[in-house]
């Protein structure tokens, strides 16, 4: 028996804290789950309502006043006292704890981003043991140190929130409640070992290509009693293992050993659209004296990245490189998957990331107000080929530059990077979200930028220390003359939505890398229906209003809704206009910096997800709704893409390929009336470059027999072979100009092993064609569908988990479009 580990997970007990620690018997203990918050134990209590369903919200405020206390027992395993060593590891503690042990102190912390481990040994006794955690009130330990603070400092949102290193978005975002949660909301065990552990390994790629992957592999081991023996690190994948053993001699406390191997005509790690998501299986083994001491595992893949900043003419370019090729990122922000995060399951988290990959995404931006995500999350980027640019976790405010504020960020980031190297995905670390960007404009004559420090000397020099392997940006904006400009850098645009601009102030933008930029919407009407009740379902109701975190939210939807459409009468048609007005604008931006490719070499809008059923500017709702954008962005994403581009005297029609290879292609450009009547139609050879965008044909509508413009369009497809890779289309008025014709959709419903397929066509142009099941738990493969005139489009209905009988699934069955 070398090491031993005891689960501390499942059922524990919780009540608000007193002055004094209640004995495990006393009857004010409600029943909790670890890994939790002390909501959710609360609201399964019956203690308070669902904050997410209507104003809970505000009735469960007062939990973030309290101290809560958590208990429960355990019986140590015969024998356990015998080990040299035996910690309690706490993956996550939210955020101010005191752990206490058979009545006896252990520890406090003052950290919810990263594990805690601590020896408990003495404090453990032959079978049955009791462990206590108490959650200080998070809003008062922010409250006193913003108190003692020397200088006020600056931030948005909840303004102590930069004194704790607690999740930001907790105290409230312009897209999120204020839940401030606390409990033990990672796993938690005992861990016993009788000689040493093997604490992390690192498998450093110093030289990839396809003929040779030159590693460095290091192993990180605390020895508890004096050791001499050897670490064995394999690597394996499809039955070949690549294997070192590295000698170990060490005294009682931490050593790191390392050795470097080469693995010949490696299988290498390739983005989402760009080549296969190689893995490889890490499994090390720490022995001495003839027996194993520990064991270790992991993956990881092999890849190359960097970040090219080169001058060019219009400054200097900002491109992610993997394995020597330029990759567009195109993506968006990814935010915490729930205000609740112990919510948030490893199925969650792979169906999230795979709806990233589904719409032809390959990046997704971890803002820097959430956390560092759970491992589930990572393992998924890994497997689907989706990249993750890592802020650390400070945004929009000034941090202290204190000593003690500068201690706690070091330890964090020594204890986040090990846990996050390995993987392929992880492809840049950023220092913050907006720092450097209010320093420059948001608050003017500050004497100097609190938090710099931070960004510009603690994160990197760890970074370089702990992970040479990948790029350190200092923040996001940042780069240039000043931190969001158009030279340099990476940018966040938003002149257009919080400016109240049009859609059109993208097209002049020149950004290198755009690394937000938004556009609000409702959720799907299915969100809407779980969070009102009937009486709340008009615009501007309470709940309607509260679900709308940003000031005058709803009424900045409907000031740009009448921009494309007429105004509705109804929520529902309201949620449905306000959806394609979202996705139209996002269009209109990726397409146009997509054509810059690569002086501008990324587009990640604001932002993916949401952790609660909002209006916001996602393209998922929560949980898990698909909502225009969504379905566009599956479009627009795509790896080859047909646009239109006004040319001032004309139209050009562009396209843009991802793809390594050049191709043969035809490209058909037709003008259509809404009736099925061809006015023009030409078609050309092309040849479609590889890793390119050109200009592939010009028009002059003027020169055209188009007639009435509000009653005809221009359609562009792209053919390689008979497959139409990319088709899109070009209107002459805003929609809500259009003559659109009367239409009567039928649909054609065919059973399929897993849902449904729906099968659509019309005589006539349909105009954002919107399927709906709200009954059943299920998602459209496509939706918000354009109809040609005379061509049928099929879409996919997959249930979730009950499939309905045909009768029932097409009597729920809903379709709509604009009219």
Same mark, same amino acid.
């Given at each position: 028996?070398?090491?031993?580990?005891?689960?501390?997970?499942?059922?524990?007990?919780?009540?608000?804290?007193?002055?004094?620690?209640? &004995?495990?018997?006393?009857?004010?203990?409600?029943?909790?789950?670890?890994?939790?918050?002390?909501?959710?134990?609360?609201? +399964?209590?019956?203690?308070?309502?669902?904050?997410?369903?209507?104003?809970?919200?505000?009735?469960?405020?007062?939990?973030?006043?309290?101290?809560?206390?958590?208990?429960?027992?355990?019986?140590?395993?015969?024998?356990?006292?015998?080990?040299?060593?035996?910690?309690?590891?706490?993956?996550?503690?939210?955020?101010?704890?005191?752990?206490?042990?058979?009545?006896?102190?252990?520890?406090?912390?003052?950290?919810?981003?990263?594990?805690?481990?601590?020896?408990?040994?003495?404090?453990?006794?032959?079978?049955?043991?009791?462990?206590?955690?108490?959650?200080?009130?998070?809003?008062?330990?922010?409250?006193?140190?913003?108190?003692?603070?020397?200088?006020?400092?600056?931030?948005?949102?909840?303004?102590?929130?930069?004194?704790?290193?607690?999740?930001?978005?907790? #105290? #409230?975002?312009?897209?999120?409640?204020?839940?401030?949660?606390?409990?033990?909301?990672?796993?938690?065990?005992?861990?016993?070992?009788?000689?040493?552990?093997?604490?992390?390994?690192?498998?450093?790629?110093?030289?990839?290509?396809?003929?040779?992957?030159?590693?460095?592999?290091?192993?990180?081991?605390?020895?508890?009693?004096?050791?001499?023996?050897?670490?064995?690190?394999?690597?394996?994948?499809?039955?070949?293992?690549?294997?070192?053993?590295?000698?170990?001699?060490?005294?009682?406390?931490?050593?790191?050993?390392?050795?470097?191997?080469?693995?010949?005509?490696?299988?290498?790690?390739?983005?989402?659209?760009?080549?296969?998501?190689?893995?490889?299986?890490?499994?090390?083994?720490?022995? &001495?004296?003839?027996?194993?001491?520990?064991?270790?595992?992991?993956?990881?893949?092999?890849?190359?990245?960097?970040?090219?900043?080169?001058?060019?003419?219009?400054?200097?370019?900002?491109?992610?490189?993997?394995?020597?090729?330029?990759?567009?990122? @195109?993506?968006?922000?990814?935010?915490?998957?729930?205000?609740?995060?112990?919510? /948030?399951?490893?199925?969650?988290?792979?169906?999230?990331?795979?709806? +990233?990959?589904?719409?032809?995404?390959?990046?997704?931006?971890?803002?820097?107000?959430?956390?560092?995500?759970?491992?589930?999350?990572?393992?998924? !980027?890994?497997?689907?080929?989706?990249?993750?640019?890592?802020?650390?976790?400070?945004?929009?405010?000034?941090?202290?530059?204190?000593?003690?504020?500068?201690?706690?960020?070091? @330890?964090?980031?020594?204890?986040?990077?090990?846990?996050?190297?390995?993987?392929?995905?992880?492809?840049?670390?950023?220092?913050?979200?907006?720092? %450097?960007?209010?320093?420059?404009?948001?608050?003017?004559?500050?004497?100097? %930028?609190?938090?710099?420090?931070?960004? =510009?000397?603690?994160?990197?020099?760890?970074?370089?220390?702990?992970?040479?392997?990948?790029?350190?940006?200092?923040?996001?904006?940042?780069?240039?003359?000043?931190?969001?400009?158009?030279?340099?850098?990476?940018?966040?645009?938003?002149?257009?939505?919080?400016?109240?601009?049009?859609?059109?102030?993208?097209?002049?933008?020149?950004?290198?890398?755009?690394?937000?930029?938004?556009?609000?919407?409702?959720?799907?009407?299915?969100?809407?229906?779980?969070?009102?009740?009937?009486?709340?379902?008009?615009?501007?109701?309470?709940?309607?209003?509260?679900?709308?975190?940003?000031?005058?939210?709803?009424?900045?939807? !409907?000031?740009?809704?009448?921009?494309?459409?007429?105004?509705? /009468?109804?929520?529902?048609?309201?949620?449905?206009?306000?959806?394609?007005?979202?996705?139209?604008?996002?269009?209109?931006?990726?397409?146009?910096?997509?054509?810059?490719?690569?002086?501008?070499?990324?587009?990640?809008?604001?932002?993916?997800?949401?952790?609660?059923?909002?209006?916001?500017?996602?393209?998922?709702?929560?949980?898990?709704?698909?909502?225009?954008?969504?379905?566009?962005?599956?479009?627009?994403? +795509?790896?080859?893409?047909?646009?239109?581009?006004?040319?001032?005297?004309?139209?050009?029609?562009?396209?843009?390929?991802?793809?390594?290879?050049?191709?043969?292609?035809?490209?058909?450009?037709?003008?259509?009336?809404?009736?099925?009547? $061809?006015?023009?139609?030409?078609?050309?050879?092309?040849?479609?470059? /590889?890793?390119?965008?050109?200009?592939?044909?010009?028009?002059?509508?003027?020169?055209?027999?188009?007639?009435?413009?509000?009653?005809?369009?221009?359609?562009?497809?792209?053919?390689?072979?008979?497959?139409?890779?990319?088709?899109?289309? %070009?209107?002459?008025?805003?929609?809500?100009?259009?003559?659109?014709?009367?239409?009567?959709?039928?649909?054609?419903?065919?059973?399929?092993?897993?849902?449904?397929?729906?099968?659509?066509?019309?005589?006539?142009?349909?105009?954002?064609?919107?399927?709906?099941?709200?009954?059943?738990?299920?998602?459209?493969? =496509?939706?918000?569908?354009?109809?040609?005139?005379?061509?049928?489009?099929?879409?996919?209905?997959?249930?979730?988990?009950?499939?309905?009988?045909? $009768?029932?699934?097409?009597?729920?069955?809903?379709?709509? !479009?604009?009219?």
């Amino acid at each position: 028996m070398s090491s031993e580990i005891l689960p501390l997970d499942g059922k524990w007990m919780f009540q608000q804290a007193g002055p004094e620690t209640p &004995s495990l018997e006393d009857p004010g203990w409600l029943p909790a789950r670890v890994p939790g918050v002390a909501h959710l134990d609360l609201m +399964a209590s019956g203690q308070i309502p669902d904050p997410f369903y209507r104003l809970n919200e505000l009735e469960a405020q007062w939990v973030e006043d309290r101290d809560w206390l958590y208990a429960r027992r355990f019986d140590l395993p015969e024998g356990w006292l015998e080990f040299s060593a035996i910690e309690l590891q706490c993956d996550g503690l939210d955020t101010f704890a005191d752990i206490a042990v058979n009545g006896r102190p252990l520890a406090s912390t003052d950290n919810m981003f990263h594990p805690w481990r601590f020896a408990i040994k003495g404090c453990l006794r032959p079978g049955s043991n009791e462990i206590t955690v108490r959650f200080r009130s998070a809003v008062a330990e922010s409250a006193r140190r913003a108190s003692q603070a020397p200088i006020p400092l600056m931030s948005a949102e909840y303004k102590d929130r930069i004194y704790i290193r607690k999740a930001q978005y907790a #105290g #409230g975002w312009d897209w999120g409640p204020r839940l401030m949660t606390c409990g033990i909301w990672r796993p938690i065990r005992l861990a016993a070992w009788d000689t040493a552990a093997i604490r992390s390994v690192y498998i450093r790629p110093v030289e990839i290509s396809p003929d040779r992957a030159f590693l460095r592999i290091q192993a990180d081991i605390e020895a508890f009693t004096a050791l001499s023996g050897s670490v064995r690190v394999a690597l394996s994948r499809q039955g070949q293992v690549y294997a070192v053993k590295i000698p170990v001699s060490a005294e009682q406390g931490a050593v790191s050993v390392s050795a470097e191997t080469t693995i010949e005509n490696p299988t290498l790690w390739w983005p989402n659209g760009y080549g296969e998501q190689a893995m490889y299986d890490i499994h090390a083994v720490l022995e &001495s004296e003839g027996r194993e001491r520990s064991a270790w595992s992991g993956r990881t893949g092999l890849r190359k990245v960097e970040l090219v900043r080169q001058p060019d003419e219009q400054g200097e370019s900002f491109i992610i490189r993997i394995n020597k090729r330029s990759i567009f990122c @195109k993506g968006a922000d990814w935010v915490p998957a729930d205000s609740f995060l112990p919510r /948030a399951t490893p199925e969650r988290y792979r169906e999230l990331v795979a709806q +990233a990959r589904d719409a032809h995404m390959n990046m997704l931006r971890v803002w820097g107000g959430g956390i560092y995500e759970d491992p589930a999350f990572f393992a998924a !980027c890994d497997e689907m080929g989706i990249m993750v640019w890592q802020d650390f976790c400070f945004a929009c405010a000034e941090y202290p530059e204190d000593e003690w504020f500068h201690a706690l960020v070091e @330890k964090e980031a020594r204890e986040v990077i090990p846990l996050l190297r390995n993987h392929p995905s992880l492809a840049l670390w950023c220092g913050n979200n907006e720092n %450097h960007w209010a320093f420059d404009e948001w608050w003017p004559g500050r004497d100097r %930028h609190y938090g710099e420090t931070i960004y =510009d000397q603690i994160l990197p020099a760890v970074c370089a220390e702990l992970d040479p392997s990948r790029p350190y940006w200092p923040g996001s904006p940042y780069g240039g003359p000043r931190a969001n400009c158009d030279e340099c850098g990476d940018q966040h645009v938003w002149n257009v939505w919080s400016g109240w601009g049009t859609a059109g102030g993208y097209l002049h933008n020149q950004g290198r890398f755009i690394s937000e930029f938004g556009f609000q919407s409702m959720p799907t009407w299915q969100a809407v229906l779980s969070y009102t009740d009937p009486e709340d379902r008009y615009l501007f109701s309470r709940a309607v209003d509260h679900h709308n975190k940003q000031v005058s939210g709803n009424a900045r939807l !409907c000031r740009f809704l009448p921009e494309y459409f007429k105004m509705p /009468a109804t929520l529902e048609d309201f949620v449905y206009l306000t959806q394609l007005v979202q996705a139209e604008a996002i269009k209109t931006g990726v397409e146009h910096w997509r054509r810059r490719m690569f002086n501008t070499a990324g587009t990640l809008y604001w932002q993916f997800n949401d952790c609660w059923p909002v209006a916001s500017w996602s393209c998922l709702d929560y949980p898990r709704g698909r909502k225009a954008l969504w379905h566009f962005s599956r479009r627009f994403y +795509a790896p080859i893409l047909v646009s239109f581009a006004d040319s001032g005297s004309g139209l050009e029609v562009w396209v843009t390929s991802d793809r390594a290879e050049p191709a043969q292609g035809t490209l058909k450009v037709s003008a259509i009336t809404f009736t099925g009547e $061809t006015l023009y139609e030409r078609s050309e050879p092309l040849t479609i470059p /590889a890793d390119a965008s050109i200009m592939a044909a010009s028009l002059e509508p003027a020169r055209l027999p188009l007639g009435d413009l509000s009653q005809c369009f221009l359609h562009a497809t792209l053919y390689i072979g008979e497959y139409p890779a990319s088709e899109n289309s %070009h209107f002459f008025a805003p929609f809500k100009y259009l003559k659109l014709p009367e239409v009567r959709l039928r649909p054609q419903i065919r059973t399929t092993r897993d849902g449904y397929d729906i099968t659509l066509v019309s005589p006539v142009l349909v105009k954002y064609a919107y399927l709906e099941v709200t009954a059943w738990e299920g998602q459209f493969d =496509d939706n918000f569908i354009d109809l040609l005139p005379g061509r049928p489009r099929t879409a996919h209905w997959q249930a979730r988990s009950e499939k309905p009988i045909p $009768t029932q699934f097409r009597k729920d069955l809903k379709l709509k !479009c604009l009219r």
